[in-house]
């Protein structure tokens, strides 16, 4: 069974870089099945898909957050990265990784917990 | 870029009620159009894909239909677990997706 689990700080200061990995264990990271994605959920409001990654190292990002967002992989460790640049108070959200599965339709299959990212000074 | 709505935003239900929601594109997706509960506190599951097909464990009360721009997520019978909160997502680009605003069900 796949598992997804996501890590880093907690706290970020405003115009600072925020930065996540998420661990996959269960499954391969090289697997053809799978981008690997990253969505985020401010508190009471919806999903936003942030970008996904290829074990490759392809990406796709979301249009309104491409310029400051990377994503990375490692798959030496089994892991991807988000990484965010000059963050406000508006990138203050629980962050969630996913498999973003290869299909016609693409879809979002497996799920970390999610971690709370919070932008304050 | 494709906008997705969701229709209504939220709804009081009681345990055995069929629930319809309903969820439109901006644009046509053709069948590229996929459903996840959200409970509180939890991640995303997802329900359906491509409109209509149900993902593998989930309870076959859960329905979905349409396709082009307009789509329909049902609930035969709601039990006590379906309270939540259910998103469309439209992956009609490459590998981009989209969700809609959510649809909150709770107890009537």
């Known amino acids: 069974q796949l598992q997804l689990q996501e890590s880093g700080p907690g706290l970020v200061k405003p115009s600072e870089t925020l930065s996540l990995t998420c661990t996959v264990s269960g499954g391969s990271i090289s697997t053809s099945s799978y981008y690997w994605g990253w969505i985020r959920q401010p508190s009471g409001k919806g999903l936003e898909w942030i970008g996904s990654?290829?074990?490759?190292?392809?990406?796709y990002y979301s249009p309104s957050l491409k310029s400051r967002v990377t994503i990375s992989v490692d798959t030496s460790k089994s892991q991807f990265s988000l990484i965010l640049s000059s963050v406000t108070a508006a990138d203050t959200a629980v962050y969630y990784c996913?498999?973003?599965?290869?299909?016609?339709?693409?879809?979002?299959?497996?799920w970390g917990q999610g971690t709370l990212v919070t932008v304050s000074s | 870029d494709i906008q997705m709505t969701q229709s209504p935003s939220s709804l009081s239900a009681s345990v055995g009620d069929r629930v319809t929601i309903t969820c439109r594109a901006s644009q046509n997706i053709n069948n590229y159009l996929n459903w996840y509960q959200q409970k509180p506190g939890k991640a995303p599951k997802l329900l359906l894909y491509?409109?209509?097909s149900l993902q593998s464990g989930v309870p076959s009360r859960f329905s979905g239909s349409g396709s082009g721009t307009d789509f329909t997520l049902t609930i035969s019978s709601l039990q006590p677990e379906d309270f939540a909160t259910y998103y469309c997502q439209q992956t009609y680009g490459t590998l981009q997706a989209t969700f809609g605003p959510g649809t909150k069900v709770d107890i009537k």
């Open positions: 491509a409109a209509s």
């Open positions: 990654i290829y074990y490759s190292g392809h990406t």
């Open positions: 996913a498999t973003h599965r290869i299909s016609r339709p693409a879809y979002l299959d497996n």
